[in-house]
C-alpha cells in the first residue's frame, strides 16, 4: 500500500454560521475536483488492502460525495455529533469504502486510520455502521432504510426547531425497494423541504444492469410525480454538481432529489472497462496501473 494522500488544508464549511456553497465558483470547482481526486487515491489505497471490494462505486461517485462534504454540508469535523450539522445518511453501506475517504478528506476521522479499512478492530467496516465510525449516522447494510430513517430525521429536526439538512445517498439499485417510495411519498406530505435525496444512478446492481433487473427509467419523471423538486445531472461533472446543489438548497415547499448518472470506476480507465464491476476483484500488479492511470487524469 503506498502512502494516502493527504488534503492540503481543511476544506468543509464547518465555522458556526458558515455558508455552504458560497465563494468563487471557479476556486470552489477546482477545489472540489481535487478533493475528488485524493478521494480516489484514498480508496484505491484502502481496496489495496483487501484486494477487492466496492472500488467501483468509489470511483464514481467520488464527486459527488466531495461536492457534499467540501462544498455544500454544514458541520464540524472534531464534534460529530454536534446538533447544528447537515446530516448525511449513506443508504447504500457498502458505499463505505468512498465515505471513509470523505470523511478522512474532511478531518473527521485521520488520515492514517484508512489503512485499517475492513481489519480486525478496525473502526472502519465494509459496511458503514454508526456504532464505529464518527460521522457515519447510520448503519448501512439492507438496502431501501436510508430515505426512511432520513424522513423520521427530518420530522424530528423540524419539531426541534432545527434548520439542519438531511441528505440521503442511495443508489438506483434502492429504487426496487418499496420502502424507498413509501418514505418518498411520507417526505411529499410532510412538504420536508429540509430533505435531499441523492441518487447514484451507475446502472449497475450485484444481479447485473439495473435496466434489466427492474426497470426504474424515467427516474427523474417517478420522483416529479411523487411530489419532489427533481433534477438530473452527470454525477461526474462538478460543475455541473456545483450549480444542481446550489439551486437545490435554496428550494422550499418540497423535498427535493438530484439524480446523478456516474460511471463505475470513474478516472481509472483500467476499472472502467471492468465487465464484472459491482463487487470488484484488482490483481496485485494492477493497483499501482490504477493509480498511475488515476494521476494521468488529474494532469489532463
Known amino acids: ?131 464505529y465510525t464518527p460521522g457515519v449516522e447510520i448503519s448501512g447494510g439492507s438496502l431501501g432504510h436510508g430515505l426512511p430513517v432520513a424522513t423520521g430525521m ?20 434502492e429504487l426496487d425497494e418499496g420502502s424507498t417510495w413509501e418514505a418518498a411519498l411520507a417526505c411529499a406530505h410532510h412538504g420536508l423541504d429540509n430533505v435531499t435525496a441523492i441518487v447514484d444512478v451507475n446502472a449497475l446492481q450485484a444481479d447485473g444492469p439495473t435496466a434489466g433487473v427492474l426497470r426504474t427509467e424515467p427516474v427523474t419523471d417517478k420522483w416529479r410525480a411523487f411530489g419532489w423538486h427533481a433534477l438530473r445531472v452527470d454525477g461526474n461533472d462538478v460543475g455541473a454538481l456545483v450549480d444542481a446543489f446550489d439551486e437545490l438548497r435554496g428550494h422550499r415547499g418540497s423535498p427535493s432529489v438530484l439524480v446523478c448518472d456516474t460511471r463505475i470506476g470513474r478516472g481509472v480507465p483500467l476499472l472502467e472497462s471492468r465487465e464484472k464491476a459491482h463487487f470488484m476483484r484488482v490483481e496485485e500488479h494492477e493497483w499501482q496501473i490504477a493509480r498511475d492511470q488515476l494521476e494521468e487524469g488529474l494532469a489532463r
Not at 154 to 173: F, K, Y
Open 1 to 131: 500500500m503506498t502512502s494516502l494522500t493527504t488534503p492540503s488544508t481543511p476544506t468543509a464549511p464547518t465555522a458556526p454560521g458558515a455558508a455552504p456553497g458560497t465563494g468563487d465558483r471557479a476556486e470552489r470547482v477546482e477545489r472540489i475536483r481535487r478533493a475528488a481526486h485524493r478521494i480516489r487515491r484514498n480508496a484505491l489505497d484502502m481496496g489495496e488492502v483487501q484486494g477487492q471490494g466496492y472500488i467501483g462505486q468509489a470511483l464514481g461517485v467520488a464527486d459527488v460525495l466531495a461536492t457534499v462534504y467540501t462544498d455544500q454540508l454544514r458541520f464540524r469535523p472534531e464534534d460529530p455529533h454536534w446538533p447544528g450539522r447537515d446530516r448525511f445518511l449513506l443508504s447504500i453501506g457498502h458505499y463505505a469504502i468512498a465515505l471513509y475517504a470523505a470523511l478522512a478528506e474532511a478531518g473527521t476521522i485521520p488520515l492514517e486510520e484508512l489503512e485499517t479499512y475492513g481489519s480486525d478492530g478496525s473502526r472502519l467496516p465494509m459496511s458503514a455502521m454508526a456504532s
Open 154 to 173: 427530518a420530522l424530528a429536526l423540524r419539531h426541534q426547531g432545527n434548520g439542519a439538512r438531511v441528505l440521503d445517498l442511495l443508489s438506483d439499485g
